[in-house]
């Protein structure tokens, strides 16, 4: 099988001289998943001013042990007024911390009769204060470019009054189905056909990996219509995506059209699933090419095709170096298994215990047996020609999104 490319010979074809996508502004309420084209600078600090971290009374550290009179109530969105020295005032978390004041006592240890209060002794300055600019300094990079906007960046960027973001658009990928047995849901089935796997879960994949499916296609298996689909799917996309019709059969003709309009960089790869998988470019105009990556028809080979290429190829037109990798975790293989010339990729289950974390493989690995991709949450990475008994250490790329 020295014909077979290797995985990292594939990988950096499919990333040499990738285009970093265009620019746009979009609200934040809509920025959810996209990735930041800039660094964001702090214009404040967060928390804006010092305030509580609890419910309870805030005084001078210096005043700690004895009776106080209660001089104010500061509710959280009031403003303090500055504390006289000998007294403290009644607080609640999230409350301005008045001018004078250096502590918080939490209210359960506190003793109150009237007007006053009785503060514990030993109180150590700055106890439950919540300094001003602890989270975020002004003039800081709040987030770096590329990063992807998630629930947590999403926060931040609220933390500062911020409405409008500047992301990446969505690179445009064309979703082309070959195969003239291949149907759409919502039509009886015919002896031999079967309906589309692959479109609802590349779609899924590729939004996921930050991507907008402007259009999907179904392509017959001739190499006219072929040739016709992929060049109008081009010219709409940065990233045409094929799925079956990449293989060696009479009937595979998506290899031959693209050699023809476009340009082959890699075919046929020592992986498992995955093996005719093709890598090239198509002319998208005159003068800028679409990317082209065509998935073999079975839908896990389609499916770890996505993960190990769609996903660090959309990462590198995004500008997203989270995208660009797979996080790799060292697992025990719950099971045994032997390789040929091609690395294959497992779907496993992860078991995550006190002594280590166990990788249970899916029993049918074929590539035609969707359901092992349904619960995966990694792929076991079990080298070309290995034995690898129960027990022995494998490494395994976590499906982190
Ligand atoms: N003589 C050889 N035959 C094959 C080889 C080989 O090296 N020599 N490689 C095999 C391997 S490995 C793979 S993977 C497949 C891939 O072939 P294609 O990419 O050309 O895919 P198709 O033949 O079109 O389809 C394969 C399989 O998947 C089903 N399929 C296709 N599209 C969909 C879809 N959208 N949803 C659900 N299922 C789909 C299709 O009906 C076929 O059963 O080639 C081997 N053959
Ligand atoms: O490479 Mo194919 O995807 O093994 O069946």
Same mark, same amino acid.
């Given at each position: 099988?020295?014909?077979?490319?290797?995985?990292?010979?594939?990988?950096?074809?499919?990333?040499?001289?990738?285009?970093?996508?265009?620019?746009?502004?979009?609200? /934040? &309420? @809509? !920025? *959810?998943?996209?990735? +930041? =084209?800039?660094?964001?600078?702090? #214009?404040?600090? %967060?928390?804006?001013?010092?305030?509580?971290?609890?419910?309870?009374?805030?005084?001078?550290?210096?005043?700690?042990?004895?009776?106080?009179?209660?001089?104010?109530?500061?509710?959280?969105?009031?403003?303090?007024?500055?504390?006289?020295?000998?007294?403290?005032?009644?607080?609640?978390?999230?409350?301005?911390?008045?001018?004078?004041?250096?502590?918080?006592?939490?209210?359960?240890?506190?003793?109150?009769?009237?007007?006053?209060?009785?503060?514990?002794?030993?109180?150590?300055?700055?106890?439950?204060?919540?300094?001003?600019?602890?989270?975020?300094?002004?003039?800081?990079?709040?987030?770096?470019?590329?990063?992807? /906007? &998630? @629930? !947590? *960046?999403?926060?931040? +960027? =609220?933390?500062?009054?911020?409405? #409008?973001?500047? %992301?990446?658009?969505?690179?445009?990928?064309?979703?082309?189905?070959?195969?003239?047995?291949?149907?759409?849901?919502?039509?009886?089935?015919?002896?031999?056909?079967?309906?589309?796997?692959?479109?609802?879960?590349?779609?899924?994949?590729?939004?996921?990996?930050?991507?907008?499916?402007?259009?999907?296609?179904?392509?017959?298996?001739?190499?006219?219509?072929?040739?016709?689909?992929?060049?109008?799917?081009?010219?709409?996309?940065?990233?045409?995506?094929?799925?079956?019709?990449?293989?060696?059969?009479?009937?595979?003709?998506?290899?031959?059209?693209?050699?023809?309009?476009?340009?082959?960089?890699?075919?046929?790869?020592?992986?498992?699933?995955?093996?005719?998988?093709?890598?090239?470019?198509?002319?998208?105009?005159?003068?800028?090419?679409?990317?082209?990556?065509?998935?073999?028809?079975?839908?896990?080979?389609?499916?770890?095709?996505?993960?190990?290429?769609?996903?660090?190829?959309?990462?590198?037109?995004?500008?997203?170096?989270?995208?660009?990798?797979?996080?790799?975790?060292?697992?025990?293989?719950?099971?045994?298994?032997?390789?040929?010339?091609?690395?294959?990729?497992?779907?496993?289950?992860?078991?995550?215990?006190?002594?280590?974390?166990?990788?249970?493989?899916?029993?049918?690995?074929?590539?035609?047996?969707?359901?092992?991709?349904?619960?995966?949450?990694?792929?076991?990475?079990?080298?070309?020609?290995?034995?690898?008994?129960?027990?022995?250490?494998?490494?395994?790329?976590?499906?982190?999104?």
């Amino acid at each position: 099988m020295g014909d077979l490319q290797p995985i990292s010979a594939a990988l950096e074809a499919l990333l040499v001289d990738v285009s970093v996508i265009g620019v746009e502004s979009v609200p /934040l &309420e @809509a !920025a *959810a998943g996209r990735v +930041l =084209a800039e660094a964001v600078t702090a #214009q404040l600090d %967060v928390p804006p001013f010092d305030n509580s971290a609890m419910d309870g009374y805030v005084l001078r550290a210096a005043d700690a042990g004895q009776w106080l009179p209660v001089s104010q109530r500061i509710a959280a969105g009031t403003q303090a007024k500055a504390l006289a020295p000998g007294s403290c005032a009644r607080i609640f978390t999230g409350g301005e911390i008045p001018t004078g004041a250096d502590c918080v006592v939490m209210q359960e240890r506190v003793q109150v009769d009237g007007d006053r209060a009785l503060m514990p002794a030993d109180i150590p300055t700055g106890d439950n204060v919540r300094r001003q600019g602890r989270d975020v300094r002004q003039g800081s990079i709040l987030l770096d470019a590329g990063e992807r /906007l &998630e @629930a !947590a *960046a999403l926060g931040h +960027l =609220a933390g500062q009054g911020i409405t #409008q973001v500047s %992301v990446r658009r969505r690179p445009r990928v064309a979703l082309l189905s070959t195969g003239d047995e291949i149907i759409e849901p919502g039509t009886p089935l015919k002896p031999g056909q079967l309906y589309n796997s692959n479109r609802p879960m590349l779609r899924r994949l590729l939004e996921n990996f930050g991507a907008e499916v402007v259009s999907t296609v179904s392509v017959p298996d001739d190499y006219a219509r072929t040739v016709a689909l992929l060049t109008a799917a081009a010219a709409e996309a940065d990233l045409v995506v094929t799925t079956g019709g990449v293989s060696v059969g009479e009937e595979d003709h998506v290899k031959a059209a693209l050699e023809a309009i476009g340009q082959l960089d890699m075919w046929k790869l020592a992986i498992r699933p995955g093996k005719p998988l093709a890598l090239g470019r198509l002319p998208r105009n005159d003068v800028s090419q679409a990317r082209f990556v065509g998935l073999p028809g079975n839908p896990v080979s389609g499916f770890v095709g996505a993960w190990l290429f769609l996903r660090p190829l959309l990462g590198a037109m995004l500008g997203c170096p989270a995208l660009t990798s797979l996080p790799a975790v060292t697992a025990k293989a719950g099971f045994a298994t032997s390789t040929g010339p091609r690395e294959h990729y497992m779907r496993v289950t992860l078991e995550f215990t006190p002594s280590g974390v166990t990788a249970t493989a899916f029993e049918d690995q074929n590539s035609g047996v969707l359901s092992s991709c349904i619960n995966a949450d990694a792929f076991a990475v079990i080298p070309a020609n290995s034995d690898i008994a129960e027990g022995d250490a494998i490494s395994c790329l976590w499906l982190a999104c």
